[in-house]
């Protein structure tokens, strides 16, 4: 069974830069040919697509956020990590790790970490 586990700050203060963990078990991030996304739903919003990283190492990111958002991995702890720059409230919003056989396909998600943006 594949599973996913978000962890990292719950509270974020503005212009700082917000780090998540996604923590993968049940499936190795580098030998089988998924995407791993990171996306997020601010509230009273829809969901939004932030970036991901291919099982090979690439990183795509969505043109709104790409100048602030990085996505990197640890392949000896099976995680990949999500920063996101210069945060505003905006940001404010549930966070997602997720698995998917592309990109913005989804087929494994993690239960979703609260992060509020706030002095």
């Known amino acids: 069974q594949v599973q996913l586990q978000e962890s990292g700050p719950g509270l974020v203060k503005p212009s700082q830069t917000l780090s998540l963990t996604c923590t993968v078990s049940?499936?190795?991030?580098?030998?089988?040919?998924?995407?791993w996304n990171w996306i997020r739903q601010p509230p009273g919003k829809g969901l939004e697509w932030m970036g991901v990283?291919?099982?090979?190492?690439?990183?795509y990111y969505s043109p709104s956020l790409q100048s602030r958002t990085s996505i990197s991995r640890d392949t000896t702890k099976n995680q990949f990590t999500l920063q996101l720059e210069s945060v505003t409230p905006e940001d404010t919003a549930v966070y997602y790790c997720?698995?998917?056989?592309?990109?913005?396909?989804?087929?494994?998600w993690g239960q979703g970490t609260q992060v509020t943006v706030s002095s």
């Open positions: 997720t698995r998917g056989p592309g990109v913005r396909h989804y087929d494994y």
């Open positions: 049940g499936d190795s991030i580098t030998e089988n040919p998924y995407y």
């Open positions: 990283i291919t099982h090979g190492g690439n990183t």
